[in-house]
């Protein structure tokens, strides 16, 4: 599986395709097989090791026949998007131009591996956790009364990806470098704050 990148548009650095998965880990799982292409939308846990190794954690109900899918799958895809927008030819300065849409997007390529009753349960905490850090008090997966525990944990199957490569398009105008700046200004005032801060954060490169 490939993905169209621009080189204008491709982001490489580790750390930086990293971040974003973090920062939009509900994705959208894509595995084929001898069942046919199987489609999953469901939040990640990222997480790295030492050596800069990237595994996805997630979980599936086990009515869903994904689960089954994956140990039979030899190449598995998790797709991040994050903000996006129409962007109007109104907005830059050289005409004739057309319409487009800026977005950003990373693909992580791998295998998954089903889990085992125990290490699902430490991922749902840990998963638990970071979605309720906001709240005051956060909810605690150990409230849960055990039969109730065992009962959910038996109505859902973990997994884990074993990332093999991290791909990055990140589409922000770097192909019109004299309209990005105002692009962005253009977007921000309209509510897109978070798609201008990409944006900005992702200048076009500067000609050497």
């Known amino acids: ?13 580790a750390d930086s395709l990293f971040r974003f998965v973090e920062d939009n880990a509900f994705g959208t799982l894509v595995s084929a097989g001898p069942a046919g292409l199987h489609v999953s939308h469901v939040p990640f846990l990222p997480e790295r ?9 997630a979980h599936v109900a086990r009515a869903n026949e994904h689960w089954k899918a994956l140990e039979e799958a030899h190449h598995v895809v998790a797709i991040f998007h994050g903000p996006h927008a ?7 300065s050289k005409h004739p131009a057309v319409p487009t849409w800026n977005y950003a997007v990373v693909h992580a390529h791998g295998r998954a591996k089903l889990m085992e009753e125990a290490e699902l349960h430490e991922m749902l905490v840990r998963l638990s956790s970071v979605y309720e850090a906001p709240n005051t008090p956060p909810w605690k997966m150990s409230q849960l009364p055990a039969d109730y525990t065992s009962s959910m944990l038996s109505a859902i199957v ?5 990332v093999e490569r991290l791909e990055g398009k990140f589409k922000l105008s770097q192909n019109r470098p004299a309209d990005a700046p105002h692009v962005a200004d253009v977007l921000e005032a309209r509510g897109d704050a978070d798609l201008a801060a990409l944006m900005r954060a992702n200048p076009p490169a500067s000609k050497v």
Do not use: H, K
């Not at 090791?49 to 954690?57: I, K, N, P, S, W």
């Open 1 to 13: 599986m490939t993905l169209y990148v621009p080189p204008s548009f491709r982001v490489d650095d």
């Open 86 to 92: 129409y962007v109007s030819p109104t907005w830059y």
């Open 158 to 162: 973990g997994f884990a990806i074993e």
């Open 49 to 57: 090791d030492e050596a800069g190794g990237v595994r996805l954690l």
